[in-house]
């Protein structure tokens, strides 16, 4: 059974910088990609980025030059850098283990808000 463990939300004014981290726990030797997605109030659940275990990447363009993913293979973990947060910035973010299509695992979600 695997289970994906995420902190680092919180609440930040514009401009600013939050560093989620999410680890998991069991065997994911099979899982390639990790990744971060997020849902805002009433919107659908959106990729923000994806890291392969090669270290490829992938962005949604509104996070692009301002996210970095990374992840640590021998710790299980992914993180998520987000810099110059803006207020639509805003929502609850989840970590992602699967493949670039398809998600096997999903984290609780930890809540960002980006205060004007």
């Known amino acids: 059974q695997v289970q994906l463990v995420e902190s680092g939300g919180g609440l930040v004014q514009a401009g600013g910088s939050l560093r989620l981290s999410c680890a998991a726990s069991?065997?994911?030797?099979?899982?390639?990609?990790m990744g971060w997605y997020r849902q805002a109030p009433g919107k659908q659940r959106d990729l923000v980025a994806q890291i392969t275990r090669g270290g490829s990447t992938n962005y949604a363009d509104s996070v692009k030059g301002r996210f970095t993913i990374s992840r640590d293979n021998a710790k299980n973990t992914v993180y998520l850098q987000m810099n110059s947060l803006k207020p639509e910035d805003t929502a609850v973010y989840y970590c992602?283990?699967?493949?670039?299509?398809?998600?096997?695992?999903w984290g609780q979600g930890t809540q960002v808000t980006v205060s004007s």
């Open positions: 069991g065997s994911i030797f099979s899982i390639n990609v």
């Open positions: 992602s283990f699967g493949s670039w299509l398809e998600t096997q695992y």
